[in-house]
């Protein structure tokens, strides 16, 4: 039983660090750009933009968005904030430029203009959550994405530091706890026995059994 909650735990643990890498990661959209503004946003309270406790009196400020088509056409949109020396730690400093680099390279579908936008984040419409972007850049064709090799070596290490932490509490779990639980549970067979030998009828031996 100890062992199936144990399962459970790990399971639980596993999600959460699922979605904190989904939303976390950088990913790459190879991305037309159609068009670049600036919009006033409501973001106190929120989580999901970037130094949201620099917002006015009345919780809005402006954000840089990006205004994208994917190369399937459908439409992609993005915000472009500065992370500073908060969360996630990509250490951003240059919206504006990436906001004038994004706005260069705007293009017609008739003579599309292929970019490479690096994001981290989630799209929600119902909520108006936009991922952030981080890069904007140019590429010759949608074949030339590269290859997102920082977020496998990232996940691959830690698949392999998750085996190990589950390696070293299933051996700490054999050792430890389950001996303790053996025993708490040998003492109350051994009362349960006890009662029963005092509950149970006695026997009349020698001359006055019958």
């Known amino acids: 039983m100890m062992r199936k909650l144990s399962l459970i735990l790990f399971a639980g643990i596993v999600v959460i660090a699922a979605a904190f ?3 976390t990661l950088p990913r790459q959209y190879v991305v037309r750009v159609v068009n670049t503004e600036t919009q006033r946003m409501d973001t106190s309270g929120s989580w999901f933009f970037a130094n949201s406790e620099k917002s006015g009196s009345d919780g809005t400020r402006d954000i840089y968005i990006i205004q994208t088509i994917r190369e399937g056409g459908k439409p992609k ?3 472009n904030e500065d992370t500073g020396w908060g969360w996630p730690p990509y250490f951003k400093f240059d ?3 990436v906001q004038a ?4 390279l705007i ?3 008739d003579n599309p203009n292929w970019a490479l936008v690096k994001s981290y984040g989630w799209r929600s419409e119902m909520f108006s959550i936009y991922p952030n972007a981080l890069k904007v850049r140019s590429i010759a064709t949608p074949e030339d994405k590269p290859w997102p090799v920082f977020n496998i070596i990232v996940i691959l290490a830690l698949i392999a530091l998750a085996g190990l932490a589950y390696r070293a509490i ?3 779990w054999d050792k430890r ?7 708490v549970a040998d003492v109350f067979d051994g009362e349960d026995e006890e009662e029963a030998a005092k509950s149970a009828p006695v026997k009349s031996k020698g001359w006055f059994r019958r």
Do not use: G, K
């Open 177 to 183: 706890v389950d001996p303790v639980i053996d025993r």
């Open 101 to 104: 680099e994004a706005s260069d």
């Open 77 to 79: 949109v993005f915000r």
């Open 170 to 172: 299933h051996r700490f």
């Open 107 to 109: 293009s017609s579908a």
């Open 95 to 97: 919206s504006a430029n």
């Open 21 to 23: 890498l989904s939303y």
